[in-house]
């Protein structure tokens, strides 16, 4: 047998697969998607099995062997070996790159495995096959012994291992070399059966009470029973029990448990609610597609409120109903206690939770339970859409319009197009959600072409549950304020509102949708910004240390009192930083009760939970903060809304600022009144009469929508044309202008070439989608034009029609790379950029 394998080098050279042989004493353990180490020229390097085959093209006698497999059971799937090509070819990264992003970061650290013997017991059917105890015997005598050993040991017996594996007979520990360990619990083991216990309860002298009420126990229950929860039910000391095990009546050893970061919460089980019409109307939809096992995509159009949570529940229940899996996305953000709560609650234990705030040894373990097939649901941030499931389906993804679903380090995918692509794969359903859908789906939900249906199908709910209204909201002109002499950020209808909830003893959350640490220092006199000496940013003002600091390098230096430019000592920190709206804060209202919610506070682990549980317990009543306290929050108390400034946003050059201006009102508006308290809004800005403010306070998206589409038609951007982004790095200019010029000529000839290619292909037929169309803008100077002594330059590639800028712009890149290698040019590319900086 002959693998082909990717190796884990990340080069051009190295980004393909290349053909081993499978020695016999593997063959039983390697697997299309297993880890393997095989030579490669004089190392050894780490590899994925992509594919298996009975022969080779390659001469045989070059052929050289898999050394060793890194996993007993394989950590991807076939079909994600598949994905991972699409998503390389797709992106343009390499596809080692591809594949790693889907492992779980405590797999990749360097460990040893080791096996030893689970507290399952395991079915009975399976106890009795010889070849088994045989080795559950063996690795009980070596209380763990490593993988290695144990293949070589039992070398034909992978298909049963890997099963002793799966059911929890046999567990996988692993000794890693940093601090990474699974958690180990003593665990009690009663003789099989329960033989032997009641001779022993007669041996036992008559004082010996506690001892006996161990022997009793276990002998009405006899299951393994961790030591500590042993203790808690008889109220026994571990001494006793300890005694027992010294005398051999009872067995006492330490077994691996999963971490669970949501262990010792109960999570209230809760029933379906009956559903409103509308909620009704969409379900069924959903329903009837997981049910038909249609791969099919809808865009669910629901208003903040409209209880899109709970069509997204009862579609799983469908789901699982069907014996399949779900896997729910939502924004890393939004994932609070308050939404696990809301999945576990329905599912219980059928949940695993996948975020970044788990330590890498809990992501790990939650990770393993679907590969075990323990849970069937998958809650989790952007890369759960690469859980190892092999049934799956139903995908949600929450909030689908947030950039956040787009990951910004290599591979560069955006969750909802691997989402698609994903579903498509295991015949799965995909259900977008959001109450301001991105431009891009909704136009895919319009998009005919040559009379077939759209990609995409619109579902909307249009109402609030239980017919709540949608707040009302207030456009506050400030540059009235000013006229009008009110020179604090607080307008006076604001103001006043504010006072009111204060009064009332009601709840607030404002949002200032500029980041706390967006607050740069700038000399009035002059106009002079302090920037950082390597990378062409204005450096951040932090209060607390009074530092001025770099947020792309690192870089620090002290706050300065007079202008290095003009010596003018009108040099201070500029712009409304959360914190200096909680000053204010408390000097207007004495007293006030306030929650800041910025990336200075929610660093700590744990410590984003702990605002939002203060909050709600009503221990403040103001919960200030940026994007974070406007997203999927639910609090019953607020009835007051304030944005500080809407302009903020609206204000970066970039073609989908009005967009995320008008997502963010509506999704900061949707967080009052959604409950038996009516709600009420107020954005402060300085151009009231922009589109996406306007529309936003009429709550109507499809209006934004509408009038966003034309412009971007008009000029050309997405959802009509696709963008690509490539971005050179250097220390010299010249060498840069020179190369980016040199990468944008051949970029021009490669798709010339392939536009007479297309041409001369099809030149008969005449229903042809010949919208084939690519524009190149630039090389110019990126926005921030230096990072880290770097200079950078840029190009957008724009285009219109199917893949074939990717290829284009991969072969370009290929030849780039050959060219200027020993140059030390670095090249980036970006598909589908959601920021072009
Ligand atoms: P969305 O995600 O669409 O903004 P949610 O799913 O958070 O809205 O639902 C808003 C509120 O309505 C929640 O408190 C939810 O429990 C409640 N809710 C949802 N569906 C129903 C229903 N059918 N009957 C009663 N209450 C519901
Ligand atoms: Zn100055
Ligand atoms: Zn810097």
New binding site residues.
């Given amino acids: 047998m002959y693998a082909k394998v990717i190796v884990d080098v990340p080069a051009k050279q190295t980004n393909r697969a290349f053909d081993y042989e499978v020695p016999a004493s593997l063959t039983k353990w390697v697997e299309v998607g297993s880890r393997v180490g095989v030579p490669f020229g004089p190392r050894v390097l780490q590899g994925f099995v992509v594919e298996l085959h009975a022969d080779t093209q390659v001469d045989v006698k070059r052929i050289k062997p898999i050394m060793n497999v890194l996993d007993l059971v394989p950590p991807l799937t076939e079909e994600l070996v598949m994905l991972g090509r699409w998503v390389s070819r797709m992106y343009l990264c390499h596809e080692v790159t591809a594949l790693q992003a889907m492992l779980p970061a405590a797999l990749k650290a360097k460990y040893e495995r080791m096996i030893g013997v689970g507290e399952e017991s395991g079915e009975q059917a399976l106890l009795e096959m010889s070849d088994l105890q045989e080795i559950v015997r063996f690795v009980k005598s070596k209380g763990s012994v490593s993988m290695d050993a144990l293949m070589e040991r039992f070398a034909s017996e992978g298909a049963l291992i890997k099963q002793l594996l799966s059911t929890g007979i046999l567990t996988e520990e692993q000794k890693v070399k940093d601090r990474m360990n699974t958690k180990k619990a003593l665990t009690v083991f009663p003789p099989a059966g329960g033989l032997g216990l009641e001779e022993a309860l007669l041996e036992l002298p008559a004082r010996a009470n506690k001892q006996k009420d161990v022997l009793r126990y276990l002998m009405e229950h006899p299951h393994a029973i961790r030591l500590t929860a042993l203790m808690e039910t008889i109220e026994v000391g571990a001494s006793t029990v300890k005694s027992l095990a010294d005398r051999g009546w009872i067995e006492l050893r330490e077994v691996e448990v999963m971490r669970d970061p949501y262990a010792g919460r109960a999570f209230a089980r809760t029933k379906p609610?009956?559903?409103?019409e509308e909620?009704t109307g969409v379900f069924t939809e959903i329903r009837d597609a997981v049910a038909d096992q249609r791969n099919e995509v809808f865009l669910l159009h629901?208003v903040?409120?409209?209880?899109?949570?709970?069509v997204y529940l009862q579609s799983i229940q469908q789901c699982l109903d069907m014996g399949k899996e779900a896997i729910v996305l939502v924004p890393e953000i939004s994932l609070t206690p308050q939404m696990v709560e809301r999945f576990k609650g329905r599912f219980g234990d059928l949940v695993a939770v996948l975020h970044s705030r788990l330590s890498n040894g809990e992501r790990y373990d939650e990770w393993r339970k679907i590969t075990r097939k323990q849970v069937k649901v998958v809650i989790g941030a952007r890369s759960a859409i690469f859980a190892p499931f092999t049934q799956i389906g139903l995908i949600i993804i929450d909030e689908e319009h947030e950039s956040s679903y787009k990951q910004e380090e290599s591979p560069k995918y955006h969750t909802r197009d691997v989402a698609v692509q994903r579903a498509k794969q295991q015949n799965a359903v995909v259900v977008l959600g959001s109450?301001t859908p991105s431009l891009e789906s909704i136009e895919l939900t319009r998009r005919r072409r040559d009379r077939e249906k759209p990609p995409f199908r619109l579902l909307t709910m249009r109402e609030r549950?239980?017919s709540r209204p949608m707040p009302p909201v207030a456009i506050v002109d400030m540059r009235e304020e000013l006229k009008n002499g009110n020179r604090s950020m607080f307008s006076r209808s604001l103001y006043k509102a504010i006072e009111d909830r204060l009064q009332k003893k009601e709840q607030i959350v404002l949002l200032l949708n500029r980041r706390g640490y967006a607050t740069f220092v700038m000399c009035r006199t002059c106009g002079f910004v302090s920037t950082c000496p390597h990378c062409d940013i204005s450096l951040t003002y932090h209060q607390s240390s009074r530092m001025l600091r770099c947020h792309y390098c690192g870089y620090a230096e002290r706050e300065v009192t007079q202008c290095p430019s003009c010596q003018s000592e009108h040099i201070r920190h500029f712009g409304t930083g959360t914190q200096r709206v909680e000053e204010e804060l408390s000097k207007i209202f004495p007293g006030i009760r306030v929650i800041r919610m910025d990336v200075d506070t929610t660093t700590e682990k744990g410590s984003h939970e702990k605002w939002l549980t203060m909050f709600r317990e009503k221990q403040a009543d103001v919960l200030l903060g940026t994007q974070m306290v406007a997203k999927g929050l639910?609090f019953p108390d607020v009835t007051l809304v304030g944005v500080i400034a809407a302009d903020t946003v609206l204000n970066i050059p970039d073609f989908r600022s009005a967009e995320r201006t008008f997502q963010l009102l509506t999704q900061v508006a949707?967080r009052a009144g959604?409950h038996e308290k009516q709600g009420e809004v107020f954005v402060q800005t300085y151009t009231p009469e922009h589109y996406s403010v306007q529309y936003a306070s009429q709550h109507d998206y499809i209006a934004f929508a509408n009038h966003e589409l034309d412009i971007r038609a008009n000029l050309g951007y997405p959802p009509y044309q696709r963008l690509i982004l490539v971005t050179f790095s250097h220390e010299s200019v010249p060498l840069l202008v020179r190369s980016a010029e040199a990468f944008v000529t051949r970029l021009k000839e490669i798709a010339l070439e392939y536009s007479t290619k297309q041409m001369d292909l099809f030149a008969n037929v005449v229903s042809m989608d010949s919208s084939f169309h690519m524009d190149v803008l630039g090389p110019v100077a990126s926005p921030i034009s230096r990072i880290k002594d770097r200079y950078r330059f840029q190009c957008v590639v724009k285009y219109r029609g199917e893949d074939q800028a990717a290829d284009i712009v991969g072969r370009t890149v290929a030849w780039f790379e050959e060219r200027s290698a020993k140059e030390k040019l670095q090249i980036s590319v970006d598909v589908d950029p959601q920021y072009l900086m």
Avoid: C, I
């Avoid at 903040?304 to 709970?310: I, M, N």
């Fill in positions: 609610l009956p559903l409103t909620q629901g903040t409120g409209s209880g899109k949570t709970e109450a549950v239980a639910d949707g959604r």
